[in-house]
């Protein structure tokens, strides 16, 4: 998402000058209000007098504001301090807990992605699974930061979790220790045949910078030139839409990255490539993208932008779909509302939302023993009650491509753990580079 200052600051400034004249409104809101509006009025009034318990002014408004976001799309929503807290603890990196990005789906807890190496990822949870339990209290129907404080705690503390997954008829029933989280946006290693693995967990502060810094480590490592470069996007539930377009401008000496395109004028902008780093950073080094279905967001404006450009090979699986920008439009000192204001396209006029980024080649991850079951039961963009519909049309047929079996895999994830192989698709692409390097490596990675 995008919180863009300028969006910031005129929304502070309308809100501030329209707060006395909508409460003033409120009060005479039979004489000059739209009969929507005096409907709603109504329908308050009828409450407070008839409901069978007193109710507090604090608890109508909030449904209300509750219950317009949620008829627009499941991006919007209303931040007061506890969500605040919660975006802080996020740009700080460091909290005690499970580890994992969550959001509310009809009531339920669904996994977004949980962080690599995190408590979570090691207890095996997996993006899309869904919590129903919380050392055996069922959580169905808690507001978000509800369920965000259970899950935290003490690290070394142990967590129960009942987890639904698509594809097993029964609940798993998963024991989660609790850590200290120290998110890392970007991780980098140096793989045999001199290959790097960049992986991106998130678009924070900083991501482009750190990425570049990975590029420059990686070549001092190598023993000779590098060999090719594999950006891992997968798992990535996206971020800040600058650091989207700074990571972009890193592999690209010129053209357009993304642009968004809002009902107003002020929301729409178009991102060209700055040369802030005088070109192409690898010049031109062999590249592959790495994507799946919880690539999400930013992830996706960078896989569109070097896909559309060239300049990358994508792999994997069909990302997430959501082709949206939210805006932070300040409503008090610590409310906001978090707000859908634009789409976004790639270089080529290609909208992700609903349909998401098609890989180049489809690679499963055959190295998960649950992974064909998860893609026929995969939750995206285009699951979500409420989502925005994609401007020109997509077939469901479309979004149900990527999960039909492919013949070209047969290997099974018992053959790979014999094989040594942990990361089907991360080997995968691997071998790829190699082979368009020359370089033949028989060991495992």
């Known amino acids: 998402m995008k919180f863009a200052p300028m969006l910031r600051a005129a929304a502070l400034c309308t809100a501030v000058a329209l707060l006395p004249a909508t409460t003033a409104g409120f009060a005479q809101v039979e004489g000059r209000a739209s009969p929507e509006f005096a409907r709603l009025f109504a329908t308050y009034q009828r409450i407070k007098t008839s409901y069978v318990e007193p109710v507090e002014d604090e608890q109508l408004i909030r449904g209300a504001i509750d219950g317009m976001l949620a008829s627009l799309d499941p991006h919007s929503s209303y931040i007061d301090g506890a969500a605040f807290d919660r975006l802080n603890t996020m740009i700080d990196g460091n909290y005690q807990g499970l580890g994992i990005s969550i959001q509310m789906d009809d009531g339920l807890v669904k996994v977004v992605s949980p ?25 169905y129907g808690l507001d978000i930061n509800e369920a965000v404080a259970q899950m935290r705690g003490p690290a070394g503390s142990p967590i129960e979790l009942t987890v639904l997954r698509g594809g097993h008829e029964e609940p798993l029933e998963l024991t989660v220790i609790r850590g200290v989280i120290e998110l890392e946006p970007v991780t980098w290693e140096l793989k045999q045949g001199n290959i790097g693995h960049i992986s991106v967990n998130e678009f924070s502060r900083d991501v482009g910078a750190d990425v570049n810094r990975a590029v420059i480590d990686l070549r001092a490592q190598a023993t000779g030139q590098l060999n090719g470069l594999v950006l891992d996007l997968r798992r990535n539930p996206g971020g800040s839409l600058d650091e989207a377009v700074a990571l972009s401008d890193l592999f690209l000496s010129d053209g357009q990255i993304v642009s968004q395109r809002g009902r107003n004028r002020r929301d729409t902008v178009y991102y060209d490539s700055e040369t802030v780093y005088r070109g192409d950073v690898t010049n031109g080094l062999p590249m592959i993208v790495l994507i ?10 960078v896989a569109g932008a070097l896909q559309d450009h060239n300049r990358a090979l994508i792999m994997g699986e069909r990302s997430f779909g959501k082709g949206s920008v939210q805006t932070l439009l300040p409503l008090t000192r610590d409310t906001a509302l978090k707000l859908t204001t634009a789409r976004y396209y790639t270089p080529a006029g290609r909208s992700v939302q609903e349909g998401g980024i098609e890989p180049d080649i489809r690679v499963p991850q055959l190295s998960d023993p649950d992974a064909e079951r998860r893609q026929r039961y995969a939750l995206r963009e285009s699951d979500l009650r409420g989502h925005l519909v994609n401007e020109i049309g997509i077939e469901d047929e479309a979004l149900e491509r990527d999960r039909k079996e492919d013949p070209r895999f047969t290997l099974t994830a018992e053959e790979l753990e014999e094989q040594g192989i942990e990361d089907f698709q991360l080997h995968y692409a691997l071998n790829a580079l190699r082979r368009t390097a020359g370089v033949s490596i028989a060991l495992r990675d």
């Open 292 to 301: 799946d279905e919880g690539s999400a967001s930013a992830s996706e404006i």
């Open 115 to 139: 962080f690599r190496g995190s408590p979570a990822d090691q207890a095996g949870i997996k993006a899309g699974d869904y919590i129903s339990h919380i050392n055996g209290e069922l959580i």
